[in-house]
């Protein structure tokens, strides 16, 4: 069956500080791969997704991540967080066979000042 | 566009009670997802409406719960009786079915349910 794991539960890093938040997935084909965001409260908002083509791909807020097939990854990624960035984030993919999305379990983000 | 609406944002009803939750999709989207967040379980999917159409209702815990959309801009999510357990965030979103973005799903805001 098909998963997704993001095996960081929590991530603290300071402002100003590189991220880097993992996600893998287990799936036999190219994927539909997504990240989305929800801050405290609020719904989930889609930050970037990868259906085809280049595997680095720009999202918003700053955020990029990048596909890699030899490793089952889509890796999110930032270069200088802020404080506004704290927040759970979820990595999920589409199965080619119906319309539904594999979930991750969320990772949640803490920014230290 | 307004996204997708849900009322009410906020719930608090007794044990035995009936709860009906309801859900806007964006316009001109086709298909239309209810989900349950809670800390120990995470995103759960309960049911899943293409064309107005239930396609996969897998995820609804028992029959407690059941789920109509009636026509393509109106969807609930009924609970009855409500328990203790039901106690979570529930969600809405929809998705258009244009090739290529059918995955991408829009999340309303949610309704926070406890259930007393």
């Known amino acids: 069956a098909q998963s997704v794991t993001q095996p960081d539960i929590h991530i603290t890093v300071s402002e100003g500080a590189s991220l880097e938040l993992r996600c893998n997935y287990s799936?036999?084909?190219?994927?539909?791969l997504f990240w989305y965001v929800q801050s405290p409260g609020q719904g989930l908002q889609l930050l970037l997704k990868y259906f085809s083509g280049d595997t680095l791909v720009q999202g918003i807020k700053g955020f990029e991540a990048e596909f890699k097939r030899s490793q089952s990854s889509f890796n999110l990624r930032k270069p200088s967080v802020h404080w506004s960035d704290a927040a759970e984030y979820f990595c999920a993919v589409g199965e080619d066979s119906n319309y539904q999305l594999i979930w991750g379990a969320g990772t949640k983000l803490i920014i230290k000042p | 566009d307004a996204g997708v609406i849900q009322s009410p944002r906020h719930e608090v009803t007794e044990m035995g009670q009936e709860v009906t939750l309801r859900c806007k999709p964006i316009s001109g989207h086709n298909s239309l997802f209810w989900y349950r967040q809670t800390m120990m379980r995470g995103l759960e999917l309960l049911i899943y409406?293409?064309?107005?159409?239930?396609?996969?209702d897998s995820g609804m815990p028992e029959d407690r719960f059941s789920a109509k959309m009636p026509n393509a801009s109106f969807s609930t999510l009924k609970i009855q009786p409500s328990e203790p357990r039901d106690s979570a965030v529930y969600f809405c979103?929809?998705?258009?079915?244009?090739?290529?973005?059918?995955?991408?799903?829009?999340f309303g805001p949610g309704t926070r349910l406890t259930v007393l």
């Open positions: 799936y036999g084909a190219t994927p539909y």
């Open positions: 979103a929809s998705s258009p079915t244009t090739s290529g973005s059918i995955y991408e799903q829009f």
């Open positions: 409406f293409n064309n107005n159409v239930p396609i996969d």
